[in-house]
T-cell receptor, first 115, second 113 residues
Framework: NAGVTQTPKFQVLKTGQSMTLQCAQD?????MSWYRQDPGMGLRLIHY???????DQGEVPNGYNVSRSTTEDFPLRLLSAAPSQTSVYFC??????????????FGPGTRLTVL | DQQVKQNSPSLSVQEGRISILNCDYT??????FLWYKKYPAEGPTFLIS?????DKNEDGRFTVFLNKSAKHLSLHIVPSQPGDSAVYFC????????????FGSGTRLQVQP
């Protein structure tokens, strides 16, 4: 049981490049989400999904795209990287039934730098 | 405008003493609150939570207090240990399990041996 895995751990991009941050979980969780962490800003929600085929925007969705074709995977795509997207990205998953927040599991994060 | 605020970016305490981390919120619809702990190069991990129908929840050395009228919650760690040194995030939610968590900006706790 690996929990939530994220790849890559580190990435450097040039402005305008695109890339996909991978996230996978093996706990059969319906709910998956992406956050970014910036100094002094805490964790801000980018996009989330309550199940395969269902996604929705969070607080800071601009410049990012997601899809959820399987329960296990929830990739985050940067369409055209900008320096403002330099951040640490965390993927998280949990069940959706009842008060399941206690069981929200986070991945180890991807540190992205956009030059 | 941040709905969950942690106004102290950092806190330093001596080993064995009490650590008190504070969190304020503005959204009166929040009805569930959580604390997460984060070590460097790791994702946040759940620490303790409290429902708005309670004013206190205890788990070992960790106690969370909720003051709904003041829209304020605090995390007490007694006694503090060097292994508690980490960033602590306060988070809040409203409604059903399908709603996302709103996080504060975090407080870095340093416990001095």
């Amino acid at each position: 049981n690996a929990g939530v895995t994220q790849t890559p751990k580190f990435q450097v991009l040039k402005t305008g490049q695109s890339m996909t941050l991978q996230c996978a979980q093996d706990m059969n969780h319906e709910y998956m989400s992406w956050y970014r962490q910036d100094p002094g800003m805490g964790l801000r929600l980018i996009h989330y999904s309550v199940g395969a085929g269902i996604t929705d925007q969070g607080e800071v969705p601009n410049g990012y795209n997601v899809s959820r074709s399987t329960t296990e995977d929830f990739p985050l795509r940067l369409l055209s990287a900008a320096p403002s997207q330099t951040s640490v990205y965390f993927c998280a998953s949990r069940r959706t039934g009842g008060r399941s927040y206690n069981e929200q599991f986070f991945g180890p994060g991807t540190r992205l730098t956009v030059l | 405008d941040q709905q969950v605020k942690q106004n102290s970016p950092s806190l330093s305490v001596q080993e064995g003493r009490i650590s008190i981390l504070n969190c304020d919120y503005t959204n009166s619809m929040f009805d569930y609150f959580l604390w997460y702990k984060k070590y460097p190069a790791e994702g946040p991990t759940f620490l303790i939570s409290i429902s708005s129908i309670k004013d206190k929840n205890e788990d070992g050395r960790f106690t969370v207090f909720l003051n709904k009228s003041a829209k304020h919650l605090s995390l007490h760690i007694v006694p503090s240990q060097p292994g508690d040194s980490a960033v602590y995030f306060c988070a809040a939610s409203e409604g059903t399990g399908r709603r996302a968590l709103t996080f504060g900006s975090g407080t870095r706790l340093q416990v001095q041996p």
